[in-house]
């Protein structure tokens, strides 16, 4: 069981953190004194101190003695890793569906990679598991339940990782995943369901089984490909109101005969 100072610790963590990546801390505020912290949160400098740690960490915050702690311009400073913390506090809708449009092709390309390994060396149990897990989202869609669904997908892509047995791979997967999850519960009814859908996710499992890589990638290219458009349909309102306006055409050299 984890200590009551522990707890604390967290709770500090995430609440400056809530306050930082919402605005509600903009980039070169100073925090309060440690003093004045510690006695705001009611814990002690130590607690304070580990929590604050975990922010430099992140790259939300720089400490420099003798000048305190300074909120740092996180859409510089930050890693990937705060995706999902920023879609859940983030308070500008349109620039968080900016994120989301942009995270889709990187994620696709992840997924690529690992069906592409996972082709090269997914064992007997590896299958077992990725027919199991296709099984549970084929069954989902055919209730229509989006939120099982989207659930379901999760467990696939999570197990088509595993089965690339790479560690890198894993590392950069799992801030997409968390991303992902926060997605599914704030826009719950996402998820795609189509006729072909059951053929689709057969297809890939039947690429990965036959050790055919280019076939599973593209299978997975695929998939992805329908499975965005529907989100960024769903996004558009918001993206066109985060669209750079269009640029005006180029005035014509004009030369004196």
């Known amino acids: 069981m984890r200590d009551k100072t522990a707890n604390l610790a967290d709770q500090i963590h995430r609440d400056l953190r809530a306050r930082i990546l919402s605005g509600a801390l903009g980039a070169g505020a100073r925090l309060a004194p440690e003093r004045e912290l510690a006695r705001e949160y009611d814990t002690n400098r130590n607690t304070l101190r580990e929590a604050v740690r975990r922010l430099e960490a992140e790259g939300l915050i720089t400490v420099r003695h003798g000048q305190g702690v300074t909120v740092a311009d996180f859409r510089r400073t930050a890693t990937i890793g705060l995706l999902a913390p920023f879609l859940e506090h983030g308070a500008d809708d349109a620039e968080k569906a900016r994120v989301v449009a942009d995270l889709l092709p990187a994620r696709a390309r992840v997924l690529e990679t690992a069906v592409g390994l996972a082709a090269e060396r997914a064992g007997a149990l590896d299958l077992a598991r990725l027919r199991a897990a ?32 790479s560690v890198p791979v894993r590392w950069i997967a799992n801030p997409f995943l968390d991303a992902t999850r926060q997605l599914i519960r704030r826009f719950p009814g996402l998820w795609l369901v189509e006729p072909g859908f059951p053929e689709q996710v057969r297809a890939l499992l039947d690429a990965l089984a036959a050790g055919d890589a280019e076939g599973a990638m593209a299978a997975t290219r695929e998939r992805y490909r329908r499975v965005d458009a529907v989100v960024l349909e769903a996004l558009r309102g918001l993206l066109d109101a985060t669209a750079p306006p269009p640029r005006a055409p180029e005035a014509a050299l004009e030369i004196a005969p």
């Open 134 to 165: 296709a099984e549970g989202l084929i069954a989902a869609a055919a209730l229509g339940d989006r939120a099982a669904m989207a659930e379901r997908d999760l467990d696939l892509v999570d197990a088509l990782v595993d089965a690339a047995h």
